[in-house]
T-cell receptor, first 111, second 111 residues
C-alpha cells in the first residue's frame, strides 16, 4: 500500500467550493478504485476506473461527483459545490490480482 | 439485511490471548474475502485474504471461511497491544472487483 499515493492529505473547503482529490496507483497499475469513509461508517465503494475509462460508477452520487483517470497523470475525484455532508475520508486503492491496497487517503473537511 | 455484517465491539482481550473476529455476508456468489486492519486516522491495511473454504494461516493470523454458512472469521493469536485497531471485513461482490465492507470491529488488547 505504500505505493499508492494520494494528495492532498487534508483538504478544507467552504460550502459551495470545488474539491479535487488526486490518486496515483502503484507503479505499473492502470486501475484505481475510490472509496469514501464517512465518520462512524464503513468504507463505501464509489467508482472503479482504468486509464481513460470508467468501469463501474455504481457507488457515485448522481450529482456533483465525477471521476476520471486520464492517459497521463493521476486519477481525479472531483466534488462540485461541496456540502457539509461531503466531509469524509476518501481513499484510493489499486490492486494486485484480487487484493486491493489503499493509499493514505484525503481527509476532506467542509466548513 | 446488511451485505456484510460485523459486531462493532469493542472486543476486549488480554495481552497474549486469542482474539476472534467474525463476519457474515449475504451474497452467496461472493468468492473473495479480505480482512483489513485500520488504526485510528489511518488507511486500511490488508492483512489477510481467503478464497477457499477452510483455514488460512499467516503468522499470528488465521482466516477461516465457511461459504455454506456465509461466514468468515479472523483469529489473532498471542494478541499484542499493537493489535488494537478496527478490523474490517471485506467481500468482493459480483460484477468485478469492488469491495463491500462491514462497519468494522474495534479490538482492544489490554495489558
Amino acid at each position: 500500500n505504500a505505493g499508492v499515493m494520494q494528495n492532498p492529505r487534508h483538504l478544507v473547503r467552504r460550502r459551495g467550493q470545488e474539491a479535487r482529490l488526486r490518486c496515483s496507483p502503484m507503479k505499473g497499475h492502470s486501475h484505481v478504485y475510490w472509496y469514501r469513509q464517512l465518520p462512524e461508517e464503513g468504507l463505501k465503494f464509489m467508482v472503479y476506473l482504468q486509464k481513460e475509462n470508467i468501469i463501474d460508477e455504481s457507488g457515485m452520487p448522481k450529482e456533483r461527483f465525477s471521476a476520471e483517470f486520464p492517459k497521463e497523470g493521476p486519477s481525479i475525484l472531483r466534488i462540485q459545490q461541496v456540502v457539509r455532508g461531503d466531509s469524509a475520508a476518501y481513499f484510493c486503492a489499486s490492486a494486485t490480482g484480487n487484493e486491493q491496497y489503499f493509499g493514505p487517503g484525503t481527509r476532506l473537511t467542509v466548513t | 439485511q446488511k451485505e456484510v455484517e460485523q459486531n462493532s465491539g469493542p472486543l476486549s482481550v488480554p495481552e497474549g490471548a486469542i482474539a476472534s473476529l467474525n463476519c457474515t455476508y449475504s451474497d452467496r456468489v461472493s468468492q473473495s474475502f479480505f480482512w483489513y486492519r485500520q488504526y485510528s486516522g489511518k488507511s486500511p491495511e490488508l492483512i489477510m485474504s481467503i478464497y477457499s473454504n477452510g483455514d488460512k494461516e499467516d503468522g499470528r493470523f488465521t482466516a477461516q471461511l465457511n461459504k455454506a454458512s456465509q461466514y468468515v472469521s479472523l483469529l489473532i493469536r498471542d494478541s499484542q497491544p499493537s493489535d488494537s485497531a478496527t478490523y474490517l471485513c471485506a467481500v468482493e461482490t459480483r460484477g468485478g472487483n469492488k469491495l463491500t465492507f462491514g462497519t468494522g470491529t474495534q479490538l482492544k488488547v489490554e495489558l
